[in-house]
C-alpha cells in the first residue's frame, strides 16, 4: 500500500519509514497538516499515520481536511496522550483506527492487515454487486471440450499472469464476459476487485461519472462526490463491456488510464493514480470502426495486447450438451424442482437450433423450460416455437427441411448437414476429420465456408 505519514518528530517519521518499507509498502513522510494536505493534492495514498499533536495544529482538524482531499483514505491516528475520549472522537470523524504510542512493528502490521481486509471485503461486494446484475452464468462453465475454447483458455490463462490488457470479441452471447472473470480469477488481480462497466448503457456525460468518478457541482444532477468505477477498481480489473460503444470524446481519458495509470473525476483539475488491469469486450468489428474514425486507432493498439475471438455456440456442439446440462442443473435447483434430463427429440432439436443468442439465449431457454415443464424431464413442448420448428433431420419435422438424402437438396446442403451431424457426435475436430476421411485443415476451411 502507499503510506502517508505525518508526524512533527523526526524520529517516529524515520522510525515508520523504515518498518513500512521493510513490510513492503511505498512511503513518503510530511511534518505538518498543511505539507499533508497538499500532498494529498498531488498525489493518492490508500492510508495515512496521523499524529493528533503536530505543534499548533490539532491532529483531529487535520484529519477533517485530510478526509475532505481524499475521502477513500484510510486515517490511523496516533498519540502519546491516548485516552478513550480522544480515540472516539477519532472514531467519530472518520479515523479508520487508533494506536497509542509507543507502538510497535507488530501493531502497525495488524492494523494495516485489517486496512487490507476491509478494502478486499469492500470489493468483493462489488464484485457480487456486478454478478448479480449482470446474471452471470454458473463458473463451471470456463470449461470447454472444443479444441478452439481450449486454444482461447490456453491463451487467456497466459495472459492473465501479465499486466497486458486483454480484448475479447465475439458475438453477442458468446461469453466474453465469462472469459473475462477467467482472466481476472487466474491473475495477480484475484483478490481485489473485478468491477464491470458497460459502455452502452448510459449518455456521454453520465458513462464518463461512471468511470471516473466526479466532483459535486460539476453538473446537473452531481449532488455530492463520487469516486467512479476506476477507484473501485483499483488495485484489480476493469471489465469495459462492449467497449466499441465507448463515446469517442471519453476514448482520449482511458487511453490516459491505460497508458499513465491516471485519471481526472468530472470537474476535477487534480491528476489521480489507478493500477487498474483492463479488460474490454466488443462484438463490434473495432478494425474497420478504426477505418471509419469512430474509434480511435491508439487506443485500439492499446487494447489489443492480448486477443481473442470468442466463436459462437453455434459452432460449438460438443459445449451445447454440457452447457444445456449446467443450465438445467441450475435452474431446476433453483426453483425447487427435480428435473432429471432433457428428453431425446428435444435434445435433437436444441442441437439442431443455429442459436443466434449464443449462450445468452441457452440460458434463457432453459431457464423458461425448467419453469414451464411438469415432469421430471424437459419435453419439446417446453421450448420456445422457434426451437421446435427447426429442421431436425430423420425427426417428425423433417418435412419441413430440404437437407435429408433423397429429398430436392443440393450437394452442398447435402454436404453442409452431413458434417454438422458428424461434428455434433464426434468429441473433437480431430475425430470428426477422422470419420468423414479429411485432414483437420480441410475440416476448418468447410465449417467456414459452410457457416456451420
Same mark, same amino acid.
Given at each position: 500500500?502507499?503510506?502517508?505519514?505525518?508526524?512533527?518528530?523526526?524520529?517516529?517519521?524515520?522510525?515508520?519509514?523504515?518498518?513500512?518499507?521493510?513490510?513492503?509498502?511505498?512511503?513518503?513522510?510530511?511534518?505538518?497538516?498543511?505539507?499533508?494536505?497538499?500532498?494529498?493534492?498531488?498525489?493518492?495514498?490508500?492510508?495515512?499515520?496521523?499524529?493528533?499533536?503536530?505543534?499548533?495544529?490539532?491532529?483531529?482538524?487535520?484529519?477533517?481536511?485530510?478526509?475532505?482531499?481524499?475521502?477513500?483514505?484510510?486515517?490511523?491516528?496516533?498519540?502519546?496522550?491516548?485516552?478513550?475520549?480522544?480515540?472516539?472522537?477519532?472514531?467519530?470523524?472518520?479515523?479508520?483506527?487508533?494506536?497509542?504510542?509507543?507502538?510497535?512493528?507488530?501493531?502497525?502490521?495488524?492494523?494495516?492487515?485489517?486496512?487490507?481486509?476491509?478494502?478486499?471485503?469492500?470489493?468483493?461486494?462489488?464484485?457480487?454487486?456486478?454478478?448479480?446484475?449482470?446474471?452471470?452464468?454458473?463458473?463451471?462453465?470456463?470449461?470447454?471440450?472444443?479444441?478452439?475454447?481450449?486454444?482461447?483458455?490456453?491463451?487467456?490463462?497466459?495472459?492473465?499472469?501479465?499486466?497486458?490488457?486483454?480484448?475479447?470479441?465475439?458475438?453477442?452471447?458468446?461469453?466474453?464476459?465469462?472469459?473475462?472473470?477467467?482472466?481476472?480469477?487466474?491473475?495477480?488481480?484475484?483478490?481485489?476487485?473485478?468491477?464491470?462497466?458497460?459502455?452502452?448503457?448510459?449518455?456521454?456525460?453520465?458513462?464518463?461519472?461512471?468511470?471516473?468518478?466526479?466532483?459535486?457541482?460539476?453538473?446537473?444532477?452531481?449532488?455530492?462526490?463520487?469516486?467512479?468505477?476506476?477507484?473501485?477498481?483499483?488495485?484489480?480489473?476493469?471489465?469495459?463491456?462492449?467497449?466499441?460503444?465507448?463515446?469517442?470524446?471519453?476514448?482520449?481519458?482511458?487511453?490516459?488510464?491505460?497508458?499513465?495509470?491516471?485519471?481526472?473525476?468530472?470537474?476535477?483539475?487534480?491528476?489521480?493514480?489507478? %493500477?487498474?488491469? &483492463?479488460?474490454? @469486450?466488443? $462484438?463490434?468489428?473495432?478494425?474497420?470502426?478504426?477505418? +471509419? #474514425? /469512430?474509434?480511435? *486507432?491508439?487506443?485500439?493498439?492499446?487494447?489489443?495486447?492480448?486477443?481473442?475471438?470468442?466463436?459462437?455456440?453455434?459452432?460449438?456442439? %460438443?459445449?451445447? &450438451?454440457?452447457? @444445456?446440462? $449446467?443450465?438445467?442443473?441450475?435452474?431446476?435447483?433453483? +426453483? #425447487? /424442482?427435480?428435473? *432429471?434430463?432433457?428428453?431425446?427429440?428435444?435434445?435433437?432439436?436444441?442441437?439442431?437450433?443455429?442459436?443466434?443468442?449464443?449462450?445468452?439465449?441457452?440460458?434463457?431457454?432453459?431457464?423458461?423450460?425448467?419453469?414451464?415443464?411438469?415432469?421430471?424431464?424437459?419435453?419439446?413442448?417446453?421450448?420456445?416455437?422457434?426451437?421446435?420448428?427447426?429442421?431436425?433431420?430423420?425427426?417428425?419435422?423433417?418435412?419441413?427441411?430440404?437437407?435429408?438424402?433423397?429429398?430436392?437438396?443440393?450437394?452442398?446442403?447435402?454436404?453442409?448437414?452431413?458434417?454438422?451431424?458428424?461434428?455434433?457426435?464426434?468429441?473433437?475436430?480431430?475425430?470428426?476429420?477422422?470419420?468423414?476421411?479429411?485432414?483437420?485443415?480441410?475440416?476448418?476451411?468447410?465449417?467456414?465456408?459452410?457457416?456451420?
Amino acid at each position: 500500500m502507499k503510506v502517508l505519514i505525518i508526524d512533527d518528530e523526526t524520529n517516529i517519521r524515520e522510525m515508520l519509514t523504515v518498518a513500512l518499507q521493510t513490510m513492503g509498502h511505498e512511503t513518503a513522510s510530511v511534518d505538518s497538516g498543511f505539507v499533508a494536505v497538499k500532498k494529498l493534492e498531488e498525489e493518492t495514498f490508500e492510508v495515512a499515520f496521523l499524529d493528533l499533536r503536530l505543534g499548533r495544529e490539532d491532529g483531529l482538524d487535520v484529519l477533517k481536511k485530510l478526509l475532505l482531499a481524499d475521502s477513500r483514505l484510510s486515517v490511523i491516528v496516533f498519540t502519546a496522550f491516548a485516552s478513550i475520549d480522544t480515540a472516539v472522537e477519532a472514531m467519530k470523524r472518520g479515523a479508520a483506527d487508533y494506536i497509542p504510542k509507543p507502538f510497535t512493528p507488530d501493531q502497525i502490521r495488524q492494523v494495516l492487515a485489517k486496512i487490507g481486509k476491509t478494502r478486499k471485503l469492500e470489493g468483493r461486494i462489488a464484485e457480487l454487486e456486478s454478478r448479480i446484475s449482470a446474471q452471470e452464468p454458473p463458473e463451471e462453465m470456463t470449461t470447454s471440450e472444443e479444441p478452439a475454447m481450449k486454444k482461447i483458455y490456453e491463451i487467456a490463462q497466459k495472459a492473465a499472469v501479465t499486466p497486458a490488457s486483454v480484448l475479447i470479441l465475439g458475438e453477442s452471447g458468446t461469453g466474453k464476459s465469462v472469459l473475462a472473470r477467467f482472466v481476472h480469477r487466474q491473475s495477480n488481480f484475484k483478490d481485489n476487485p473485478f468491477v464491470t462497466v458497460s459502455c452502452p448503457s448510459l449518455s456521454k456525460e453520465l458513462l464518463e461519472s461512471e468511470l471516473f468518478g466526479h466532483m459535486k457541482g460539476s453538473f446537473t444532477g452531481a449532488v455530492s462526490d463520487t469516486w467512479g468505477k476506476v477507484a473501485v477498481a483499483n488495485g484489480g480489473t476493469l471489465f469495459l463491456d462492449e467497449i466499441g460503444e465507448l463515446p469517442l470524446e471519453i476514448q482520449p481519458k482511458l487511453l490516459r488510464l491505460l497508458q499513465e495509470k491516471e485519471y481526472e473525476r468530472v470537474g476535477e483539475s487534480k491528476p489521480r493514480k489507478a %493500477n487498474v488491469r &483492463v479488460i474490454a @469486450a466488443t $462484438n463490434r468489428n473495432l478494425e474497420e470502426n478504426v477505418k +471509419s #474514425g /469512430k474509434f480511435r *486507432e491508439d487506443l485500439y493498439y492499446r487494447l489489443n495486447v492480448i486477443s481473442v475471438k470468442m466463436p459462437s455456440l453455434r459452432d460449438r456442439p %460438443n459445449d451445447l &450438451v454440457k452447457m @444445456a446440462q $449446467n443450465y438445467l442443473k441450475f435452474f431446476s435447483a433453483q +426453483s #425447487g /424442482k427435480k428435473i *432429471e434430463k432433457f428428453s431425446d427429440e428435444t435434445f435433437k432439436a436444441m442441437r439442431y437450433y443455429a442459436w443466434p443468442g449464443n449462450l445468452r439465449e441457452l440460458r434463457n431457454v432453459v431457464e423458461r423450460a425448467v419453469i414451464l415443464a411438469s415432469g421430471p424431464e424437459i419435453l419439446n413442448e417446453d421450448l420456445p416455437d422457434t426451437i421446435n420448428n427447426t429442421h431436425v433431420p430423420g425427426g417428425s419435422n423433417s418435412s419441413n427441411g430440404t437437407s435429408d438424402v433423397g429429398t430436392r437438396s443440393s450437394l452442398e446442403d447435402l454436404e453442409k448437414e452431413h458434417i454438422r451431424r458428424v461434428l455434433s457426435q464426434s468429441a473433437s475436430i480431430v475425430e470428426a476429420a477422422e470419420v468423414l476421411g479429411i485432414d483437420p485443415a480441410t475440416l476448418y476451411r468447410k465449417r467456414k465456408k459452410l457457416a456451420l
